[in-house]
């Protein structure tokens, strides 16, 4: 066991967050401490690891959560903030792009740009280094905006070397202001369209916006090293405006209520589905009634681009608010 695992304020999560599946083995030495900071500020209720696992799994489509070590300044034990153990640091989970293999993923939640380290959060990072250090992990620590393809990211603005002050010197740059978002971007490792948005950020990048700013790419297909527009994406989404609502039954395109899904028995209904389906070119073949192999493919197809947190092949209230949005944008 290492010596970071007997921590007394270290609680063990690994295989009990939402997970589906499980990150592959590192085939390379763990050389990097590489240090996040969740960019979700203390005061609010999303700011906690049951969260990050959950948007990390159903809306990245990861297999868990990014973070190996979760440090977590809202639950303090015995004045140490606690330390969630999440994923196996043997596993090369998805934090760092491209330099997953070497780097451990250790995260303090909070966004350091407006909140204030506590003195219980201190003693957890300055305690969780000197055990690595002491376990022989890594050999280098750096801020998550210092490691290849991530200075343009807002991540790590506090500054460890005053977290460290009396264990560490210089070790870190600290407070380092992010580059400009570039206007390329190259894919890494455990990227989607997704995860690579601007949601947190004041440039405001959708997932709308790199769909179509990037219209000859198959954001359920992308391939580390793939080349898109990034920053110049911005604002290449502009939403038709909005228009008196009408029926159903009146659009070119019908869509049905209630759940569809393998067995169902509603003709008329899996009909108008698949009508729709073949109209937005995730195609399913001839518009037969029948709710078969072909049409739940092109359903999971479809929720891969614009619902990943739900790719279970069925149709329901989600794919059908998502359908009809993507139809209207298509001017039907």
């Not at 304020?9 to 997970?19: A, C, E, F, S």
């Not at 790419?217 to 909005?242: H, M, W």
């Not at 209520?257 to 070119?281: E, F």
Request: charged share 25%; glycine share 8%.
């Amino acid at each position: 066991m290492y010596k970071f695992e007997k921590l007394p304020q270290l609680v063990d999560k690994r295989g009990k967050l939402v997970h589906k599946g499980s990150y592959s083995k590192r085939t390379k030495t763990i050389t990097t401490r590489v240090w996040h900071h969740s960019l979700t500020k203390l005061s609010a209720g999303g700011s906690k690891i049951e969260s990050f696992a959950d948007f990390h799994v159903r809306t990245n489509g990861w297999p868990e959560i990014a973070y190996h070590l979760i440090i977590d300044p809202k639950h303090v034990v015995n004045g140490k903030a606690t330390i969630y153990y999440c994923v196996d640091i043997s596993k090369k989970s998805y934090h760092v792009g491209n330099s997953n293999n070497i780097g451990l993923g250790i995260c303090v939640i909070g966004d350091y740009r407006t909140d204030k380290l506590t003195d219980p959060t201190i003693h957890s990072i300055v305690d969780l280094h000197k055990a690595l250090v002491a376990d022989g992990i890594g050999k280098y620590d750096k801020a998550h905006n210092e490691m290849p393809g991530y200075s343009w990211k807002a991540c790590c603005v506090f500054d460890y070397n005053k977290a460290f002050k009396d264990v560490l010197d210089d070790m870190l740059p600290g407070s380092k202001q992010p580059d400009p978002v570039p206007g390329l971007y190259t894919i890494q490792e455990g990227d989607t369209f997704w995860s690579i948005a601007l949601k947190d950020r004041k440039e405001g990048i959708t997932v709308e916006d790199l769909i179509a700013a990037n219209p000859g790419v198959d954001p359920s297909k992308l391939k580390v090293g793939q080349t898109i527009k990034f920053g110049s994406a911005q604002n290449s989404y502009t939403p038709k405006p909005e228009t008196p609502k009408k029926d159903q039954s009146e659009y070119k395109y019908p869509l049905p209520s209630g759940i569809l899904k393998t067995g169902a028995t509603d003709k008329t209904g899996i009909k108008q589905l698949q009508n729709a389906l073949n109209a937005v070119y995730f195609k399913c073949g001839t518009a037969d009634g029948i709710y078969g192999a072909k049409t739940k493919d092109a359903v999971r197809r479809f929720q891969k681009v614009y619902l990943p947190y739900e790719v279970d092949g069925m149709y329901g209230k989600n794919t059908l608010a998502k359908l009809k949005a993507v139809l209207k944008s298509k001017g039907y």
